[in-house]
């Protein structure tokens, strides 16, 4: 059974950064997709990020340039290093792994494993 365990959210001033961690149990996280949703306050789930079992990084316009995900094959961890934060990036993270199609790299619907979430709060 494969379990994600994340950690490093947290409270941060707009403009600081924060880096999440996705520690991966149970498959190796090169044989997934692994992907990173958030939920703000009130609002549905959306995705922000991924890195593709063919070694594509995919953003949003909101996250390209500012968010960045890392792979660390020999700790089985991906990381999402998050810059420039601003209050609307404020959400609960989920990092996710499946092995869907390509064309659905950026769904939550074809996602197998989650894990447990956690809270990134920005303040102004």
């Known amino acids: 059974q494969v379990q994600l365990v994340e950690s490093g959210g947290g409270l941060v001033q707009a403009g600081g950064s924060l880096r999440l961690s996705c520690a991966v149990s149970?498959?190796?996280?090169?044989?997934?997709?692994i992907k990173w949703f958030r939920r703000p306050p009130g609002k549905e789930l959306e995705f922000v990020g991924a890195?593709?079992?063919?070694?594509?990084?995919y953003y949003t316009d909101s996250t390209i340039g500012r968010f960045d995900i890392d792979m660390d094959n020999a700790k089985n961890t991906v990381y999402l290093q998050m810059n420039a934060l601003r209050p609307e990036d404020t959400a609960i993270y989920y990092c996710?792994?499946?092995?869907?199609?390509?064309?659905?790299?950026?769904?939550?619907?074809?996602?197998?494993?989650w894990g447990q979430g956690t809270q990134v709060t920005v303040s102004s």
């Open positions: 996710a792994a499946d092995a869907g199609p390509i064309r659905s790299i950026r769904d939550s619907g074809t996602v197998v494993y």
């Open positions: 149970g498959g190796y996280i090169e044989d997934y997709h």
């Open positions: 890195h593709s079992t063919t070694g594509g990084y």
